[in-house]
């Protein structure tokens, strides 16, 4: 367990994970129509892959990837009735077989399904404690947006950690600190939807770093952006390397007129 969570989150206790397990339920999401070609020049600054089982396999050169966080909750789909309506899709066995260092499930507190999604968050930390694997919580929302404060966010993240979960995503909120006090085992940031302005994205980056997250689970906000590459070594800056928002904007406007002058 502790060699596992030690491949995602580095020495200095940080982590920046690309989450492009959107298609479970989105179908072939913008810039995510081709995985493959969108993972590959982000991967060399990336510490973990969340992904499903079968964009894994078919998308992600086995020689040439990084640690993973398999997404092994779903079974429903933007046009269903309820997104909060899943069930576990993977194996135990079947992370063991992909070598995955992690597996992710979605949970939903205060839907009609919260009960059975909690549920199934324990029933898959029980398995991974079996095996020695380390189960990421991923407090969802669905398409309830405002859902996303202080007071939720912290209810949501405390019942993951107490259920086992030994990683939470949850998104950034105003009073972020008051969510990562409350909840006793290591925050990584979503993003959430892509927004074209990327100032806000570092803002809201470094202000959760600095209450307490350990990094980011970021990814429409990083690969639907029109420079990907410029985006994801921004955000490197503000994880692994104590950059402020200004710095990484810096960083960003700089890499991305190097894209510019070799496009």
């Known amino acids: 367990m502790a060699n596992r969570l030690a491949q995602l989150i580095q020495p200095d206790g940080h982590a920046l994970f690309l989450p492009v397990d959107h298609g479970y339920f989105q179908g072939p999401t913008r810039k ?3 995985p493959g070609k969108t993972i590959q020049p982000l991967l060399p600054f990336a510490d973990g892959l969340f992904i499903t089982r ?11 990837t990084k640690p993973i966080i398999l997404r092994v909750s779903g079974g429903t789909s933007m046009v269903g009735k309820d997104l909060a309506n899943e069930g ?8 063991i077989r992909l070598n995955a260092s992690a597996v992710g499930i979605s949970v939903f507190v205060g839907s009609e399904y919260e009960k059975e999604s909690l549920l199934n968050l324990a029933k ?15 407090t969802a929302v669905g398409k309830e947006l405002e859902k996303r ?3 939720y966010l912290a209810l949501a993240s405390r019942i993951a950690a107490e259920l086992g979960a030994r990683v939470v995503k949850t998104y950034w909120c105003e009073g972020f ?20 302005n990327e100032r806000d994205v570092f803002n809201f980056i470094y202000d959760g770093m600095q209450k307490g997250a350990i990094g980011v689970n970021l990814g429409r906000n990083i690969w639907q952006n029109d420079y990907p590459v410029a985006m994801i070594k921004a955000v490197q800056a503000i994880i692994h390397k104590k950059a402020d928002a200004e ?17």
Do not use: N, W
């Open 149 to 151: 404060d202080a007071r």
């Open 32 to 34: 995510l129509e081709e």
């Open 177 to 196: 600190e008051k969510v990562t006090r409350g909840c006793h085992v290591p925050i990584v940031i979503a993003g959430g939807p892509q927004t074209d």
């Open 54 to 64: 079968g964009a894994l396999r078919s998308c992600v050169d086995p020689a040439r």
């Open 88 to 95: 576990i899709i993977t194996s135990m066995e079947e992370a």
């Open 124 to 138: 898959l930390v029980d398995e991974g404690e079996r095996y020695g694997i380390p189960v990421m919580a991923v």
């Open 247 to 263: 710095k990484a904007q810096e960083i960003f406007d700089h890499e991305k007129a190097k894209a510019s002058s070799k496009s």
